[in-house]
């Protein structure tokens, strides 16, 4: 294949199989209570060299709420509410508190059709909570408390619940992120895939383990800022000869352009991708918010920009585009039919407040794949 970019039209390869598949999430479960304020009563700065805002909340003032909401949430949560409107069996391994919190969650498992069989109930810790405050571009500042997720043991993981065909490892809090090795293990020694999608504290506090597992991780997702943490576990030097992508006339992607970097090191896109595939990674999902995402494969990286949709909150997105990613390959679907899947998914979450209510069932996200409606091109390099 030429190293000249190739740009196709949005036209997915589609597979006739709809049979489920039996899926494990682990990782965080929360309750949300989302506060939007109005911009004109909340004070924004922007840092433009440093790309941060931050909201300024006037101390000893009460600021009126154009909402103030409650949802279940959680990284594991949000995954298997993911999973079961696309059809598969979902199961959730999660750690929750003995109170009026972990009754809400699983009540909300309940309604899904999700099972809570392996979900653990632990009177040391309440469950966990976030407060998230949205104004202005609606890119929520999160407060949050973790709880009992952070109190996740080895001896928590029952064999049966990885009697599955995928287990999805949402970010791990504290403590609990020193099972990820054992939750792999299991997983493989079971015979399922492993999607791991790690948070940046986890990243930070156990690279070294996480970096000894990259080859039994069949699906890697990060953000941006995640991928920018994971370059201190590469060795140096790895994959520095890239010369960059070609747009062959088109514009290039904001982070094809800006690259990864960690401290004085920086890598291309596509050398970050081909090091983590050459260290053993199935697939990479690199995700770039509103700047659309990268999936790499052994031969091919793809580029799809983000789904062009009315933004009520950005919380959940994330989740939703890697769970409908894995769920999509899993199934049999090629990576970009999984990818625009995927970024259709989470353009659909970000209409709502929540993680959860505008996810879709697979029947909505195939008809919009078939008619073609708001599909974005996918961009397609060799790896």
Known sequence: MSAAKKEIRSDPVRTDARSGLRVLTVGGAMIDTIAIIESAAI???????????????????????????????????????????????????????????????????????????????????????????????????????????????????????????????????????????????????AGARVVANPGIRQLHGHGSAFRALLRKIDILALNRREADEVIALLDAGTAQDDPGLDGGGETLPPLAVRGLKFESRKMSVRAFCRALISAGVGTVVLTDG??????????????????????????????????????????????????????????????????????????EIDALLDSKKSTPNVMEWPL
Not at 62 to 73: D, N, P, R
Not at 302 to 309: F, N, R, V
């Open 43 to 189: 004070e924004r700065m922007l840092l433009l060299n440093a790309e941060s805002s931050f909201l300024l909340l006037e101390e000893g003032r009460k600021t009126e709420a154009l909402e103030v909401s409650t949802h279940c949430g959680g990284g594991a949560i949000n995954a298997a509410v993911a999973f079961a409107r696309l059809g598969h069996s979902a199961s959730v391994l999660i750690k929750i508190g003995a109170d009026r919190r972990a009754d809400q969650i699983l009540a909300a498992l309940d309604a899904e059709g999700i099972s809570h069989r392996w979900a653990l109930r632990d009177s040391h810790a309440p469950t966990g909570a976030s407060v998230l405050v949205s104004s202005h571009e609606r890119n929520a500042a999160v407060f949050t408390f973790r709880g009992a997720n952070t109190l996740l043991r080895p001896a928590d993981l029952d064999d049966g619940a990885f009697d599955v065909d995928l287990v999805y490892i949402a970010n791990l809090s504290n403590e609990a992120a020193a099972c990820f090795p054992d939750i792999v293990a299991k997983a493989k020694s």
């Open 290 to 363: 509103r700047d659309g995402a990268f999936v790499a494969t052994r031969d091919r990286l793809l580029y799809s920009p983000a789904h062009q949709a009315h933004v009520a909150g950005t919380a959940g997105a994330g989740d939703a585009f890697v769970s409908t990613f894995s769920g999509y390959l899993a199934a049999g679907e090629a990576p970009d039919t999984a990818l625009l899947a995927a970024t259709l998914n989470a353009g659909a979450v970000l209409g709502y407040v929540d993680t959860q209510s505008g996810l879709m069932r697979r029947s």
